[in-house]
């Protein structure tokens, strides 16, 4: 079982490097190469998991070398978990890629570089779940932030080299960051080793523990888009192409949000940032759902309240028990599948029509009824509507906050409840306009052309703006997966207090990791 451990990383790895010397040729190959190598990811991220659920935190030491000398990769409840949504994710991603690709004949020369960088993005997300030392991780957020550099300014189009350069200039100050930490830390305590440095973080002197919590807070919340650091995510995420942008919002802010939980529950337990944490939690969700509320463009609102919801994360965490981890687990999973699908959507509304401007679009339920429904489940889903797993997330927070019973959880309470209420007001906002209500001028004089059968050139100009069936496939599997958590809620939310609990006993990774080494 140990030796499946680091597949998730290497499978993705040795795919983009055959891809590359393919090279443009051999294009069915390609397809076929991604998807198998996504496919098996999406296999052994469910045999680790059940292994990690009934047996314990499974470790592998890189090379042989036993912790601390080597780097372990430690696959837990949590980590495991994150690896199914994850693979599941870019699973999907790939197969709407793909039919996108061929349908725009982009499958020769761009599409082999394209899907080279997504296998190594997808490997650092991996890299990033597994890793038990703090070098490790920092190579796995260089990994996926390289093939993300590619992917968000792919096709070289102004804006998106401009997005680019934000994106770019924000990963490499994180990055910059990142080192230093490292080097107070392994300067401070001799290691990097996540499990000796639970250990040896308690005899440090309050003032440098403090320091190096906040140094790698910082970095991991730029990661994360936690407010402050959130205003570059907006401006960068909605020029890439639909299945870039997708998966940036479903999985690439998690993997800080993820790296944020690792911290404050192994290595600084109780610390004294959890007021910070809250505080951020509380600004987050409501500054960003008030940017999405003025938005008139389907991307940057649906970019706004992935902002917001980063706050609910960061809520969970910042209480410190294991409930408040537990719901911040169980959000994680719900909104990465959710968002993702979101975004997939927006890129066949776009395909459909030419733009994503609710200023411009209008009467899609009867243009694109299927469009419509696969619009309107996740939005509701985002939104927190009864039964779904948006709501039962959120349930768990503020259950979670409730018991806490403090004046600044009360107050994020509150706060949950107003973004929810935001974030439906945003959603249902941009239902109506796109959706619902007639069409403009311009786009209905458009449609009067569309919906007319008196010529086959006419018939040819209704096919080409039709998504084809794989993309809209894609979209429908991200949609019921999301679904399925309601019906699963019981398990999922077992499950997700299992790996809470076990977060925050950190005896079973330190034991595990410890044990690795005799």
């Not at 076929?32 to 469910?46: D, E, F, N």
């Not at 294991?322 to 509304?349: D, E, N, P």
Request: hydrophobic share 55%.
């Amino acid at each position: 079982m140990q030796a499946l451990i680091p597949a998730p990383v290497l499978l993705p790895l040795l795919a983009a490097a055959l891809k590359l010397a393919i090279g443009g040729r051999l294009r069915r190959l390609h397809a076929l190469i991604s998807l198998a190598t996504l496919g098996a990811m999406v296999v052994i991220s469910l045999i680790l998991l059940v292994a990690a659920d009934r047996g314990g935190p499974l470790v592998a030491c890189v090379g042989g070398w036993p912790a601390p000398t080597g780097i372990c990769l430690v696959a837990d409840r949590l980590s495991t978990l994150m690896l199914v949504v994850s693979s599941a994710v870019t699973f999907c991603v790939m197969l709407y890629s793909l039919a996108n690709a061929y349908a725009d004949q982009e499958h020769l020369a761009p599409m082999a570089i394209f899907h080279p960088a997504y296998l190594i993005m997808v490997a650092g997300v991996a890299d990033a779940f597994l890793s038990g030392d703090l070098f490790n991780l920092f190579v796995a957020f260089e990994m996926l932030l390289g093939g993300s550099y590619v992917l968000l300014t792919f096709g070289g189009t102004l804006p998106r080299i401009r997005a680019g350069a934000t994106y770019t200039v924000m990963g490499l100050a994180s990055s910059m960051l990142f080192l230093i930490a490292l080097a107070i830390t392994y300067a401070s305590t001799g290691t990097l080793s996540m499990a000796q440095l639970a250990e040896r973080f308690a005899g440090l002197p309050q003032h440098l523990k403090l320091l190096v919590e906040l140094t790698l807070l910082l970095v991991f919340a730029i990661k994360a888009a936690v407010f402050p650091m959130s205003a570059w995510l907006p401006d960068s995420y909605p020029t890439a192409p639909a299945p870039a942008t997708a998966v940036f919002a479903g999985l690439l802010t998690k993997v800080g949000i993820y790296s944020i939980i690792r911290l404050e529950a192994l290595l600084f337990p109780g610390g004294p940032v959890s007021t910070i944490l809250m505080w951020a939690a509380l600004l987050t969700m409501l500054i960003g759902v008030a940017g999405a509320v003025a938005q008139t463009d389907i991307k940057r609102m649906l970019s706004f309240t992935l902002v917001s919801h980063i706050g609910y994360m960061v809520y969970g965490v910042a209480l410190s028990s294991i409930a408040g981890m537990a719901g911040a687990v169980m959000y994680v999973v719900h909104h990465i599948t959710v968002q993702t699908s979101l975004f997939l959507v927006t890129g066949l509304i776009e395909r459909r029509t030419g733009t994503t401007s609710v200023d411009r679009l209008g009467g899609l339920m009867r243009l694109a009824p299927l469009i419509a429904v696969l619009f309107f489940i996740p939005a509701m889903n985002l939104s927190g509507i009864p039964p779904m797993s948006g709501f039962l997330g959120k349930l768990l927070l503020v259950q979670a906050g409730l018991a806490d019973g403090g004046p600044l959880a009360l107050t994020l309470v509150a706060g949950s409840l107003v973004t929810s209420l935001l974030t439906l007001y945003a959603v249902a906002k941009t239902w109506g306009k796109a959706f619902w209500r007639s069409p403009p001028a311009a786009y209905g004089a458009e449609e009067t052309v569309l919906d007319s059968e008196e010529s086959s050139e006419e018939d040819a100009i209704r096919t080409t703006v039709l998504p084809p069936w794989p993309m809209v496939a894609a979209t429908a599997a991200l949609v019921v997966l999301a679904l399925s958590y309601t019906v699963l809620a019981g398990p999922l939310s077992a499950l997700a207090g299992r790996a809470a609990g076990e977060l925050m006993a950190r005896q079973p990774y330190l034991e595990a990791v410890s044990g690795s080494g005799r």
